[in-house]
């Protein structure tokens, strides 16, 4: 059974029909990414999976368990945490209190504590600023941030849309070394990107959305060679 | 540089004729010798005064910053969750314990219940408000829940009338407000210094309740980015009734510091003060905690002391009853001037 099955999803925005009857799997351990060009309705994929949209038809199967039944605020407890868009650190919050937030679910007070002390290991730049707001922080950081947020609450599934929008190529470059780290540990990671380029690098499958339907699925290898991707996502002609 | 031009110009004539304005009411008041003539402990009296005015502002003040923070709505209902409060404690509970004798024979366990059950109401009057009449237009257009507020507004004013009647109310007398206390040889109304103190708990705790606790920093959270705190798994709903909730208690508690001050009530009360502390969250920055706070109290200082300060000077006759003059110049003022209010930030520099 795939860790997460999403079955023929329909989402709307007003008239607007975003997702025509979006499917897809992500198996326990894989690195699966989602590629397409503005508007294809990435995002919106990645809303109906976390709850913030509801989709009008079709299922979100986690683990083998409905969880279109369940608010958004309690999908995280499921075991589904998103990095969103344009990361969504809370700016006026201190980089501490962003990640206690991220254990919100979370009632283990001393693991709690234990596991930012770990986040700061892991990147000590955070550690640095744990005291100050999270909106003084660099683009990169603010990433780095809004990525250990995410995992404080212990999630199955990491949901990232566009990590690498905004960032210096050099940041990407860590951003996407850490994504393959955090998957290595053993994170089920979907990975929505406009650049395909690294997403199809680091991701065991990938899937290809144009307007609101996956018009290709394969393995990213696969992908990287085929023509149509390579000459509408990768810039090869 | 940006280039100069006629509304520019209007407006600097505009600072310049009310700090004019001001300078000739104060020229006319200490060099001329308008009005009165007052000793350094009237002085002193208006300004403590104000100080107790200005803390009730301030506390009814952070129940619409609070709310606005969360919303982005002016809750124009929240004067009536004051009224609520400050009405019922005292038909229901202050009266009868009254009449009792059990205000003068347990003044301290009397309070204690006046003021419990002030909150409660006005907590209770708040949650419903915000379930039947907010919660449904969440997503609305932002001026349908402002005009729903007004509504609400009138609804419990009218509702509290049909309850309690529309005379005056006498609030009881308790013998620990009556009177003065002195200190350093100068005398205080014991109210205004009960009510300050009071004020001053009251916002400390809701300092530290924001600031340290877990629901604390979910409302700050959910005030930030509604999307990210539901992907954190705070309940935004459950959040923003915790948030009216508090509010609500704040305005509770300045009921019944009203009605110790003022000590008559009636079914409009909840009025002139929301609008004011409306005014004192504006000027502080609406969305500020700390800026309601002292929006709230630079609010009551400043209609205590401007009407002798400046518009007696003037020749203004009966100058004190201009104090909501005063007030609402004031907004108006910090609306052209500094629309994100003293220690309020930039509205358009919001969301990178």
């Known amino acids: ?49 976390t709850g913030l949209m509801k989709p009008r038809d079709g299922h979100v199967i986690f683990d083998n368990e409905d969880v279109s039944k369940y608010p958004a605020h309690a999908w995280v407890s499921r075991g589904i945490a998103m990095v969103p868009e344009g990361r969504g650190v809370f700016a006026k919050l201190s980089v501490e209190e962003n990640l206690e937030l991220g254990a919100f679910h979370r009632n283990d007070k001393e693991n ?37 947020r995410a995992l404080m609450s212990k999630p199955r599934l990491l949901l990232m849309d566009e990590p690498s929008m905004g960032l210096a190529p050099v940041l990407v470059d860590v951003i996407f070394e850490a994504i393959e780290r955090i998957n290595q540990e053993g994170m089920t990671v979907l990975l929505v990107e406009q650049n395909a380029h690294m997403a199809l690098q680091i991701a065991n499958r990938g899937y290809v959305l144009q307007t609101g339907q996956i018009v290709l699925t394969d393995k990213a290898d696969v992908l990287q060679k085929d023509p149509t991707v390579q000459k509408a996502y990768l810039g090869i002609e | 540089m940006r280039r100069f031009n006629y509304i520019d110009l209007v407006l600097w004539l505009f600072r310049i004729g009310i700090i004019g304005v ?23 009296d208006f300004f403590v005064s104000g100080l107790s005015q200005g803390s009730l502002y301030a506390l009814i003040a952070l129940g619409y910053t609070m709310v606005y923070g969360v919303l982005f709505m002016i809750n124009f209902a929240h004067g009536e969750f004051f009224m609520a409060g400050a009405m019922t404690s005292t038909v229901l509970v202050a009266l009868p314990l009254e009449n009792a004798g059990y205000v003068e024979r347990f003044p301290w366990l009397s309070l204690l219940a006046i003021f419990l059950s002030a909150v409660l109401t006005s907590v209770l009057v708040a949650v419903l408000t915000e379930r039947i009449a907010y919660r449904p237009l969440r997503n609305a257009p932002r001026l349908v829940p402002l005009i729903t507020a007004i509504g609400a507004s009138f609804f419990w004013q009218y509702y509290f009338r049909g309850l309690f009647g529309s005379s005056l109310l006498p609030f009881p007398e308790f013998p620990m407000f009556d009177g003065k206390i002195a200190f350093w040889g100068l005398d205080f109304q014991k109210a205004d210094i009960a009510v300050i103190l009071t004020s001053l708990v009251v916002m400390f705790g809701l300092q530290q309740f924001v600031q340290r606790t877990k629901t604390g920093r979910a409302i700050r959270a959910v005030a930030e980015n509604k999307d990210a705190a539901t992907l954190m798994g705070i309940d935004v709903n459950r959040t923003i009734t915790i948030t009216f909730i508090v509010g609500a208690s704040m305005a509770g508690v300045a009921g019944v510091l009203y009605s110790i001050v003022f000590r008559q009530l009636n079914f409009v009360m909840g009025f002139i003060p929301g609008i004011k502390a409306f005014t004192a969250a504006v000027l502080g920055g609406i969305g500020s905690i700390p800026g309601a706070a002292l929006g709230g109290l630079f609010l009551g200082i400043i209609e205590a002391i401007g009407p002798p300060l400046f518009l007696e000077g003037l020749g203004v006759a009966g100058s004190h009853q201009l104090k909501d003059v005063i007030a609402f110049t004031m907004l108006v003022l910090v609306l052209i001037f500094r629309p994100q209010g003293i220690i309020g930030e930039r509205l358009a520099e919001k969301k990178a």
């Open chain 1, 1 to 49: 059974m795939p860790l997460l099955e999403v079955n023929d999803v329909h989402a709307y925005y007003g008239n607007i029909h975003a997702l025509k009857g979006v499917s897809l799997t992500v198996e326990k351990g894989e690195i699966v990414t989602l590629i397409g060009g503005n508007g294809a309705g990435k995002t919106t994929t990645l809303r109906t999976i």
């Open chain 1, 112 to 148: 709690i504590k234990d596991d930012i002390e770990k986040s700061y290991e892991m990147f000590p730049r955070l550690g640095e600023r744990r005291t100050q707001l999270a909106g003084t922080m660099s683009g990169g950081e603010q990433q780095m941030l809004a990525v250990t």
């Open chain 2, 22 to 44: 001001v300078l000739w009411g104060m020229t006319g008041k200490f060099i001329l010798g308008i009005g009165n003539d007052y000793t350094i402990s009237d002085w002193l």
